[in-house]
């Protein structure tokens, strides 16, 4: 289904952030409606993994604001955010850093569920059959699986909450490229079936082409160039997309990709 664009689930305006006298994010502004990706494309060090943790809420812009669902969002006191937390997740790209070795996939997936101990467990079950990994994977501790399926679980606890925006950040990049076309499938379907709006942070533009509607190009904390995917890649106005784009090797260009 297309996007809904009378529904905006997620917008920055004018977002500032700085480290120090470092400038990392610099006037930046994005609007995300439901069932859209946005992908939000550029090198290292562009500014794009800051300007998902200042989506996410983890950091506070130093100017601008950041609306979730058009409420505010940005410098609320966590006891204001916590309500809200649930409607917008992280998928990173590794997932073993962010979960306890101690725990369970079981338990891990669990974990941001508000039910009752005896819906719980019928609930992690069905989150595991959705995103393909069979029951037995509960019991299992997330270093016995493999990156592929690690990632998976990642997505299941994600989708746990029943966001409404998931903020991918390098999402696939630490897979191999047959692993990587499966997990952008299953984020496809999620989409698909819920209407949920993700945000898409890479540095590889094959992989952005092949999910986003739309486009922001980051370049020394900066929007350089945004726009519909498509058109951003057929034809790139400015010299940094261009010199991008001529940089993406073909084996990962969108013509790789099955469908």
């Known amino acids: 289904p297309a996007p809904d664009l009378s529904a905006q689930v ?4 004018g977002l500032v952030r700085s480290y120090g006298t470092r400038h990392v994010v610099r006037e930046v502004s994005f609007t995300l409606h439901r069932g859209e990706t946005l992908g939000v494309v550029g090198e290292s060090g562009s ?4 300007l998902a943790r200042l989506a996410l809420g983890l950091l506070e812009p130093d100017a601008g604001q950041v609306t979730l669902h058009r409420r505010p969002w940005s410098r609320l006191r966590e006891r204001e955010r916590r309500p809200l937390r649930p409607g917008i997740q992280i998928i990173s790209q590794n997932p073993l850093d962010s979960f306890d070795p101690r725990h369970t996939v079981g338990r891990l997936v669990a974990e941001p569920l508000r039910l009752p101990r005896a819906e719980r467990r019928a609930r992690v079950l069905d989150l595991l059959a959705r995103v393909g990994l069979p029951p037995e994977t509960a019991a299992r501790h997330p270093r016995e699986l493999s990156g592929g399926q690690r990632q998976r679980v990642a997505i299941a606890r994600a989708l746990g909450p029943r966001p409404g925006v998931l903020v991918c950040d390098e999402p696939v990049s630490a897979l191999d490229v047959s692993i990587q076309a499966q997990v952008l499938d299953l984020l496809a379907d999620i989409q ?15 992989v952005v082409r092949h999910v986003a509607d739309r486009v922001l190009v980051m370049k020394d904390g900066r ?3 945004e726009g519909d995917a498509e058109e951003v890649f057929t034809r790139p106005r400015h010299p940094y997309t261009r010199a991008l784009a001529a940089a993406v090797p073909a084996p990962v260009s969108a013509a790789a990709w099955p469908g």
């Open 223 to 225: 929007v350089v160039e």
């Open 10 to 13: 997620l917008a920055g305006a």
């Open 47 to 50: 500014g794009k993994t800051t």
């Open 192 to 206: 698909a079936e819920d209407g949920t709006a993700m945000m898409f942070i890479s540095h590889d533009l094959g």
